[in-house]
């Protein structure tokens, strides 16, 4: 193409040619070129150019002065309709901020009163996007069916939404590529949990489950839940698994983490028994401890360093061998802190109902002897917190939403890829591998008899457990 031309839809869409800053319209159609003529009314300024844009006669008598300003604010219409059709955000964040940016980076303040106005504008981007998707549903009943295909779709324009249809008797839609099913059926460490702040209001919750390898957490399914309960996990693991196989003939899976949601732990006892649940050690030892400040002890255990001492070498109970954490917990209650004797007896009474053999959620679920792989869902919590962030306002609209996952897709992808590729896994906080090398130590002394049970109780309660601060 000759590199003084080029070509922009008018705002009616018909096709214009761009010469040394003016526009023009076709004029006459030929066998071997187009006459284009000014799209001003009674202006005789005409290029004619040939079918492959080589210009062959060129009259540039303008009868009027060539305003620049004119073809950015065409592209600046364009731009907007462009983000309507591509973004979901905010109709007054599109609109306002490329109109700041056209005056000031631009600079185009001397034809200001030719740009249409902030509202015009609006109008033109609301039409816009109607055409791409339907109005927002209130309700989930009023979400479209099926959803229009830009939002089933990655950013690489490969199939995105896995399933869309009815999750424990109520309306739900998983995402997930194929690549994701596929990496995720080899993967024998998952981690799931859920967020409220950023899931649309028609739904309940986003459900994300994630992969664990050589270092690398990622993303591999979103899920829209209407709600927390038993029956829609089953179909949300059931629609899965069942994809997992279909792909890929195989599911490698031996471990879920999740944060002692006992309705997902009910799943899998009952129909995956072969694969472990383990729950979040990080929320194991947070509600010990807010149990604990509960029972008016906050004081106390700022104050004495024996308290301290018994807290964090109970809590580091579920750092032993499972054989030895029931020996233990009878060894650390009889060596109690008397003074608070009354109290201590109600933390473990609660320990005893919420996390003892009989209860709920029983040690094998929060034991995470020689677990040299996360040990919490923190990863996956600190992505939703970024989402949170990157969020205008809370429950943001269902188009959104999905544009978000699509976007943590395409960035897991590429993730996944460089890993694959040999590149390393993202570098720990210095923190986190004095802890963790210190904790090996710990274990493979106490393995060798090196040190006795009360010595690792104590060294992993300090090391593990020491983010239990009084706020």
């Known amino acids: 193409m000759n590199k003084d031309i080029s070509y922009i839809n008018s705002t009616h869409g018909k096709r214009q040619l761009i010469f040394h800053g003016a526009r023009y319209c076709v004029k006459q159609n030929n066998v071997n070129s187009t006459l284009w003529r000014c799209t001003k009314e009674n202006c005789p300024a005409s290029v004619s150019v040939s079918h492959n844009d080589i210009i062959i006669r060129v009259n540039e008598n303008h009868a009027h002065f060539i305003d620049l300003n004119h073809i950015k604010v065409l592209e600046l219409r364009h731009k907007l309709k462009h983000q309507a059709e591509t973004s979901s955000d905010p109709i007054e964040k599109i609109v306002e901020f490329s109109y700041a940016n056209m005056i000031t980076k631009e600079k185009i303040t001397d034809s200001v009163v030719k740009l249409p106005t902030v509202k015009t504008l609006k109008n033109t981007v609301t039409k816009q996007r109607r ?50 099913i596929e990496y995720l059926a080899y993967q024998k460490w998952w981690y799931a949990d859920g967020t409220f702040y950023t899931s649309p209001s028609i739904f309940y919750q986003i459900y994300s489950i994630h992969a664990f390898d050589e270092g690398l957490s990622t993303p591999c399914v979103f899920a829209l839940l209407a709600d927390k309960l038993e029956p829609t996990y089953h179909d949300l693991f059931s629609i899965l698994m069942n994809r997992i196989k279909e792909k890929s003939n195989t599911i490698q899976l031996e471990c879920i983490t999740i944060d002692y949601e006992l309705a997902v732990k009910n799943v899998f006892d009952k129909h995956y028994p072969h694969i472990k649940v383990k729950g979040c050690l990080f929320h194991y030892g947070k509600a010990l401890f807010r149990k604990f400040m509960n029972l008016n002890l906050k004081k106390a255990y700022q104050d004495d360093e024996s308290l301290r001492i018994w807290f964090r070498s109970f809590a580091a109970i579920a750092l032993l061998p499972e054989t030895n954490m029931d020996e233990a917990n009878h060894y650390l209650r009889s060596t109690k802190p008397l003074l608070y004797e009354k109290e201590i007896i109600l933390f473990l009474d609660y320990h005893d109902k919420t996390y003892g053999i009989n209860s709920r959620f029983p040690p094998t679920m929060y034991n995470h002897y020689r677990n040299l792989n996360p040990r919490t869902t923190n990863y996956l919590e600190g992505r939703h917190n970024r989402w949170k962030k990157r969020s205008t306002k809370p429950h943001n609209d269902i188009y959104m939403c999905i544009d978000m996952f699509k976007h943590e897709q395409l960035l897991a992808s590429d993730e996944r890829q460089r890993h694959e590729a040999g590149a390393a896994p993202p570098k720990r906080r210095k923190k986190t591998l004095i802890a963790e090398e210190s904790l090996s130590r710990l274990w493979d002394k106490l393995g060798k008899n090196q040190i006795t049970r009360d010595k690792f109780l104590k060294g992993a309660g300090l090391r593990y457990f020491q983010y239990m601060k009084i706020e």
């Open 131 to 180: 055409k791409t998707r339907p109005p927002l549903p209130k309700l989930l009943d009023d979400l479209a069916f099926p959803l229009p295909l830009l939002y089933t779709l990655t950013e690489n324009n490969n199939r995105f939404l896995l399933f869309d249809g009815l999750l424990g008797g109520k309306r739900g839609l998983i995402f997930s590529s194929e690549h994701d």
